[in-house]
Protein backbone atom coordinates (compact mmCIF):
# COMPACT_ATOMS: atom_id res chain seq x y z
CA UNK A 1 0.00 0.00 0.00
CA UNK A 2 0.47 3.42 -0.51
CA UNK A 3 0.70 4.99 3.27
CA UNK A 4 1.47 8.40 4.49
CA UNK A 5 4.38 8.06 6.51
CA UNK A 6 5.56 10.97 9.13
CA UNK A 7 8.99 11.69 10.24
CA UNK A 8 9.39 13.92 13.40
CA UNK A 9 12.23 14.96 14.28
CA UNK A 10 12.75 15.17 18.16
CA UNK A 11 15.21 17.04 20.25
CA UNK A 12 17.22 14.06 21.45
CA UNK A 13 16.29 15.27 25.06
CA UNK A 14 12.73 14.23 24.01
CA UNK A 15 13.44 11.14 21.97
CA UNK A 16 15.21 9.80 24.95
CA UNK A 17 12.13 10.66 26.79
CA UNK A 18 9.50 8.78 24.43
CA UNK A 19 11.62 5.96 24.15
CA UNK A 20 11.73 5.68 28.03
CA UNK A 21 7.89 6.35 28.25
CA UNK A 22 7.56 3.38 25.57
CA UNK A 23 10.00 0.97 27.15
CA UNK A 24 7.64 1.80 30.34
CA UNK A 25 4.44 1.11 28.72
CA UNK A 26 6.15 -2.03 27.01
CA UNK A 27 7.20 -3.51 30.54
CA UNK A 28 3.28 -2.66 31.69
CA UNK A 29 1.87 -4.41 28.69
CA UNK A 30 3.59 -7.67 29.35
CA UNK A 31 3.51 -7.88 32.88
CA UNK A 32 -0.49 -7.44 32.07
CA UNK A 33 -0.36 -9.85 29.57
CA UNK A 34 1.03 -12.67 31.77
CA UNK A 35 -1.35 -12.14 34.26
CA UNK A 36 -4.06 -12.69 32.50
CA UNK A 37 -2.15 -15.55 30.34
CA UNK A 38 -2.19 -16.78 34.38
CA UNK A 39 -5.97 -15.96 35.05
CA UNK A 40 -6.85 -17.98 31.54
CA UNK A 41 -5.08 -20.74 32.30
CA UNK A 42 -6.75 -20.88 36.01
CA UNK A 43 -10.01 -20.40 34.36
CA UNK A 44 -9.77 -23.04 32.38
CA UNK A 45 -8.09 -25.63 35.35
CA UNK A 46 -11.62 -24.48 36.60
CA UNK A 47 -13.52 -25.14 33.76
CA UNK A 48 -12.21 -28.86 32.93
CA UNK A 49 -12.62 -29.84 36.56
CA UNK A 50 -16.46 -28.58 36.82
CA UNK A 51 -17.25 -30.19 33.07
CA UNK A 52 -15.48 -33.82 34.80
CA UNK A 53 -18.17 -33.28 37.95
CA UNK A 54 -21.03 -32.72 35.79
CA UNK A 55 -20.01 -35.59 33.80
CA UNK A 56 -19.38 -38.07 37.22
CA UNK A 57 -22.88 -36.22 38.14
CA UNK A 58 -24.84 -36.84 35.19
CA UNK A 59 -23.42 -40.18 34.31
CA UNK A 60 -24.01 -40.69 38.30
CA UNK A 61 -28.09 -39.97 37.54
CA UNK A 62 -28.19 -42.03 34.41
CA UNK A 63 -28.45 -38.84 32.51
CA UNK A 64 -25.98 -39.72 29.30
CA UNK A 65 -26.74 -41.34 26.69
CA UNK A 66 -25.83 -45.13 26.80
CA UNK A 67 -22.62 -45.94 24.28
CA UNK A 68 -23.36 -48.16 21.75
CA UNK A 69 -21.85 -51.28 23.58
CA UNK A 70 -24.12 -50.71 26.44
CA UNK A 71 -27.38 -50.14 24.65
CA UNK A 72 -26.69 -53.41 22.27
CA UNK A 73 -25.54 -55.37 25.94
CA UNK A 74 -29.22 -54.17 27.59
CA UNK A 75 -30.76 -55.09 24.16
CA UNK A 76 -29.49 -59.08 24.30
CA UNK A 77 -30.02 -58.99 28.44
CA UNK A 78 -26.60 -59.07 29.26
CA UNK A 79 -24.98 -56.92 31.38
CA UNK A 80 -21.57 -54.72 30.50
CA UNK A 81 -20.06 -56.89 32.88
CA UNK A 82 -20.84 -60.18 31.23
CA UNK A 83 -20.01 -58.74 27.64
CA UNK A 84 -16.39 -57.73 29.00
CA UNK A 85 -15.85 -61.14 30.22
CA UNK A 86 -16.51 -62.40 26.97
CA UNK A 87 -14.49 -60.51 25.14
CA UNK A 88 -11.88 -62.05 23.84
Not at 12 to 26: G, R, V
Not at 31 to 39: D, K, L
Not at 40 to 54: G, Y
Amino acid sequence: GTGIRLLVRMEPKHSAEMSKHLDKQNQALMETYRAMSHELHKVQVEEETIMRKLYELMSAEGLLPKRKKESQAQKTGKSTQENKELEP
